[in-house]
């Protein structure tokens, strides 16, 4: 079997087709990653049908064919998608469109219509990820798309690809202020675009209203950022840094749940809460990811509620942040709070009860374990540092695979498996202390960090998600233990991945020491670089709010209109202007330099060039006039060279240029 010839060289025609199809292939590439694969394939061979065609030269298939294919496909994404409206239906369609439409272009119209809907199709990807490198896809994709109608529309010689490239990139460069400006200017449209909230909520599940055994260990698998904070002065140390979330108090034998109901709303401090604080308050700002719950987070503890856009938030008796509505885009609020504090501190807690409560028949151990730590230590702080102590040096491992544990969890992780996440030793010593009859709580959150040198900001992963516990003690009020610290003080003074003992499966421990490289290697410095390009690209891009652009035109209102600014506006104008006529002046071409010099020394000579009078018509007037044979021979062929050079297409023109000032000059030097 013999391979097809392809007839080259390639003529005008099907290099321009050739071009459109690399142009639509970079288009369409990016949704590969989102649509059903049987889209992607039917596109692929269509697209490779179409440029079999166009290299061979082959008519294009008749309607009798592409109708059936066209409606099988409308049928598939029927059947996929249960409907032909909405965003992930609606973007399958446009890409089949697309792919079709390649295969019926009788026109020149049609190859504009291909484009236009690729630049369309440029939008579409924005629906599912408006990351800083999908941007940057997307103007390569747009500077093709312009190449491509560039190339459909020039006539005559067609300059090379490198030169419409360039052509491409210069319109994108002057289009590039104007979409900078609609950006900052245009009114900003509040929720997800084209009114989809179930397609446009793109939240990662975060921390829950519930804690039960191997849930901390799977979102520590994840890299991805939670959120991240700048502090207006120095950042506090890595043991401070928790970021307090959902407080846990009921526990029916295997999960924690929130003990009291939801807040009310407008609340502007915490309800019947004696909260002393000592030392300066830590001022900070956080970024917070999109989760799709309502909790907010902070360090321990607020001085007051944050300032949203959305709606007041709240704050419950156990000092718990909430928003009025789940969180489903990027928000931004600013806080205080103090890391050294008293809560709740007295010689009796209200309705310490609540705090004490127990499943019934569940876990008779580490009852029969408690009721023993209260007989023999009568002082609470001993009894909390004997459980410790405990952990400590009781055989205990801390591990993102530990054993699945059955109807008695505590029993069996205490005294079987002794191997677990920080929920199972929160959890655990929760239990513990509320059978040696202290009141505690599970507390879930964020531990620590990690600080970007380049841009300043901590970045709060998921994987940073922690669990601890909070016992009342009398006089000293509700004091934070972190059980985790007595197994693997590491996970609180450094982080996770220094925590973990040995290689966890999936190469979690190997992964975590990649991504944190020493902090003066070359790696670790592109790696701060990436993040802080991405965080200044979520906080200038994705974060301008309706909310930023209202203040930014405050802020505009007040500075640029007053009569000094607008003054100091109109003489800039004017300066422009002047440098722009000057400029203008200056950028005289060499050889038409020569070319004045010329005819001004043929002037002197009695020879003046009239206004309207070309350069062929006065070479031609130059040889019938009475000079000397040197000085007119060397006059009529510079006006011949001169006239070839100016009146030459382009392409011809510009590569004799460099050498035709050397020869131009060395005729005008013979004309005296």
Same mark, same amino acid.
Not at 12 to 29: E, F, G, P, Y
Not at 217 to 230: E, H, M, T
Not at 364 to 378: M, S, V
Not at 417 to 430: L, P, S
């Given at each position: 079997?013999?391979?097809?010839?392809?007839?080259?060289?390639?003529?005008?025609?099907?290099?321009?087709?050739?071009?459109?199809?690399?142009?639509?292939?970079?288009?369409?590439?990016?949704?590969?990653?989102?649509?059903?694969? @049987?889209?992607? !394939?039917?596109?692929?061979?269509?697209?490779?049908?179409?440029?079999?065609? *166009?290299?061979?030269?082959?008519?294009?298939?008749?309607?009798?064919?592409?109708?059936?294919?066209?409606?099988?496909?409308?049928?598939?994404?029927?059947?996929?998608?249960?409907? #032909?409206?909405?965003?992930?239906?609606?973007? =399958?369609?446009?890409?089949?469109?697309?792919?079709?439409?390649?295969?019926?272009?009788?026109?020149?119209?049609?190859?504009?219509?291909? #484009?236009?809907?690729?630049?369309?199709?440029?939008?579409?990807?924005?629906?599912? /990820?408006?990351?800083?490198?999908? &941007?940057?896809?997307?103007?390569?994709?747009?500077?093709?798309?312009?190449?491509?109608?560039?190339?459909? %529309?020039?006539?005559?010689?067609?300059?090379?690809?490198?030169?419409?490239?360039?052509?491409?990139?210069?319109?994108?460069?002057?289009?590039?202020?104007?979409?900078?400006?609609?950006?900052?200017?245009?009114?900003?449209?509040?929720?997800?675009?084209?009114?989809?909230?179930?397609?446009?909520? /793109?939240?990662? =599940?975060? !921390?829950?209203?519930?804690?039960?055994?191997?849930?901390?260990?799977?979102?520590?698998?994840?890299?991805?950022?939670?959120?991240?904070?700048?502090?207006?002065?120095?950042?506090?140390?890595?043991?401070?840094?928790?970021?307090?979330?959902?407080? !846990?108090?009921?526990?029916? +034998?295997?999960?924690?749940?929130?003990?009291?109901?939801?807040?009310?709303?407008?609340?502007?401090?915490?309800?019947?809460?004696?909260?002393?604080?000592?030392?300066?308050?830590?001022?900070?700002?956080?970024?917070?990811?999109? *989760?799709?719950?309502?909790?907010?987070?902070?360090?321990?503890?607020?001085?007051?509620?944050?300032?949203?856009?959305?709606?007041?938030?709240?704050?419950?008796?156990?000092?718990?942040?909430?928003?009025?509505?789940?969180?489903?885009?990027?928000?931004?609020?600013?806080?205080? /709070?103090?890391?050294?504090?008293?809560? %709740?501190?007295?010689?009796?807690?209200?309705?310490?009860?609540? @705090?004490?409560?127990?499943?019934?028949?569940?876990?008779?151990?580490?009852?029969?374990?408690?009721?023993?730590?209260?007989?023999?230590?009568?002082?609470?702080?001993?009894?909390?540092?004997?459980?410790?102590?405990?952990? &400590?040096? +009781?055989?205990?491992?801390?591990?993102?695979?530990?054993?699945?544990?059955?109807?008695?969890?505590?029993?069996?992780?205490?005294?079987?498996?002794?191997? +677990?996440?920080?929920?199972?030793?929160?959890?655990?010593? #929760?239990?513990?202390?509320?059978?040696?009859?202290?009141?505690?709580? #599970?507390?879930?959150?964020?531990? +620590?960090?990690?600080?970007?040198?380049?841009?300043?900001?901590?970045?709060?992963?998921?994987?940073?998600?922690?669990?601890?516990?909070?016992?009342?003690?009398?006089?000293?009020?509700?004091?934070?233990?972190?059980?985790?610290?007595?197994?693997?003080?590491? $996970?609180?003074?450094?982080?996770?991945?220094?925590?973990?003992?040995?290689?966890?499966?999936?190469?979690?421990?190997?992964?975590?020491?990649?991504?944190?490289?020493?902090?003066?290697?070359?790696?670790?410095?592109?790696?701060?670089?990436?993040?802080? =390009?991405?965080?200044?690209?979520?906080?200038?891009?994705?974060?301008?709010?309706?909310?930023?652009?209202?203040?930014?035109?405050? *802020?505009?209102?007040?500075?640029?209109?007053?009569?000094?600014?607008?003054?100091?506006?109109?003489?800039?104008?004017?300066?422009?202007?002047?440098?722009?006529?000057?400029?203008?002046?200056?950028?005289?071409?060499?050889?038409?330099?020569?070319?004045?010099?010329?005819?001004?020394?043929?002037?002197?000579?009695?020879?003046?060039?009239?206004?309207?009078?070309?350069?062929?018509?006065?070479?031609? $007037?130059?040889?019938?006039?009475?000079?000397?044979?040197?000085?007119? &021979?060397?006059?009529?062929?510079?006006?011949?060279?001169?006239? &070839?050079?100016?009146?030459?297409?382009?392409?011809? /023109?510009?590569?004799?240029?460099?050498?035709?000032?050397?020869?131009?000059?060395?005729?005008?030097?013979?004309?005296?």
């Amino acid at each position: 079997m013999s391979l097809p010839r392809f007839p080259l060289p390639l003529s005008r025609d099907k290099q321009d087709t050739l071009l459109l199809l690399a142009s639509t292939v970079l288009v369409l590439l990016p949704h590969a990653s989102h649509l059903p694969p @049987w889209v992607t !394939l039917v596109c692929g061979a269509t697209l490779v049908w179409r440029a079999v065609l *166009t290299m061979l030269g082959r008519r294009m298939p008749t309607n009798l064919l592409l109708v059936p294919l066209a409606i099988a496909a409308m049928a598939g994404v029927l059947a996929t998608y249960q409907t #032909v409206l909405g965003r992930d239906a609606g973007v =399958a369609m446009l890409v089949l469109l697309v792919a079709f439409k390649m295969l019926e272009m009788h026109a020149r119209r049609d190859l504009f219509v291909v #484009v236009f809907l690729c630049f369309f199709l440029v939008l579409t990807n924005f629906f599912y /990820s408006q990351s800083m490198g999908t &941007a940057f896809l997307m103007i390569v994709s747009i500077l093709a798309l312009l190449t491509t109608q560039l190339s459909f %529309q020039l006539t005559g010689a067609v300059p090379p690809l490198r030169t419409r490239l360039l052509m491409g990139a210069r319109i994108l460069a002057l289009a590039a202020p104007l979409a900078a400006l609609g950006f900052v200017l245009f009114p900003r449209v509040e929720g997800p675009l084209w009114g989809l909230p179930d397609d446009a909520h /793109s939240a990662r =599940a975060g !921390l829950s209203d519930s804690m039960a055994p191997g849930q901390f260990s799977n979102l520590a698998r994840s890299d991805d950022p939670a959120f991240r904070v700048k502090f207006d002065g120095p950042p506090p140390a890595q043991p401070q840094l928790y970021w307090r979330g959902p407080v !846990l108090g009921a526990y029916d +034998g295997r999960t924690w749940t929130r003990l009291l109901p939801r807040p009310q709303f407008g609340r502007k401090a915490p309800p019947a809460v004696a909260i002393a604080v000592r030392g300066q308050p830590l001022h900070y700002e956080i970024t917070l990811e999109p *989760t799709d719950t309502r909790w907010l987070f902070a360090l321990e503890i607020p001085r007051a509620l944050p300032q949203l856009a959305g709606g007041a938030a709240s704050v419950t008796p156990q000092l718990e942040l909430q928003a009025a509505s789940p969180v489903r885009e990027r928000i931004r609020y600013e806080l205080s /709070s103090y890391v050294d504090f008293s809560l %709740q501190a007295g010689d009796t807690l209200e309705n310490a009860y609540q @705090w004490l409560l127990l499943p019934y028949g569940r876990n008779p151990r580490a009852l029969a374990a408690g009721e023993r730590l209260r007989q023999d230590y009568t002082e609470p702080m001993r009894r909390v540092q004997a459980v410790l102590r405990q952990f &400590a040096t +009781g055989g205990y491992s801390y591990t993102l695979q530990p054993p699945l544990l059955g109807g008695d969890a505590v029993d069996e992780f205490l005294y079987q498996t002794r191997a +677990g996440f920080c929920e199972h030793y929160a959890g655990a010593f #929760v239990f513990l202390m509320r059978a040696a009859g202290i009141p505690a709580r #599970v507390v879930t959150g964020y531990q +620590g960090g990690e600080l970007n040198p380049i841009d300043g900001y901590f970045t709060v992963r998921r994987s940073d998600a922690h669990a601890w516990s909070e016992v009342w003690l009398p006089r000293l009020g509700w004091v934070r233990i972190d059980p985790t610290a007595a197994v693997a003080p590491d $996970r609180v003074q450094r982080n996770l991945a220094q925590a973990l003992p040995a290689p966890e499966p999936f190469g979690f421990r190997a992964l975590g020491r990649l991504m944190q490289p020493a902090p003066d290697s070359i790696l670790a410095r592109v790696r701060y670089a990436i993040a802080a =390009a991405n965080n200044g690209w979520n906080q200038w891009v994705l974060n301008y709010t309706a909310q930023r652009q209202l203040a930014l035109m405050e *802020t505009l209102q007040e500075n640029l209109f007053g009569w000094r600014s607008l003054a100091l506006l109109a003489l800039a104008w004017v300066l422009l202007l002047i440098a722009g006529k000057f400029s203008r002046q200056r950028r005289v071409d060499p050889v038409d330099k020569l070319y004045s010099a010329l005819c001004h020394r043929l002037g002197q000579l009695g020879l003046p060039r009239a206004p309207d009078e070309g350069p062929t018509a006065y070479a031609a $007037r130059v040889a019938g006039a009475a000079l000397a044979p040197e000085p007119k &021979a060397a006059a009529a062929e510079f006006l011949r060279r001169y006239s &070839a050079w100016r009146y030459a297409p382009p392409l011809q /023109s510009q590569p004799q240029g460099a050498g035709l000032l050397t020869t131009l000059k060395q005729l005008l030097s013979r004309v005296r």
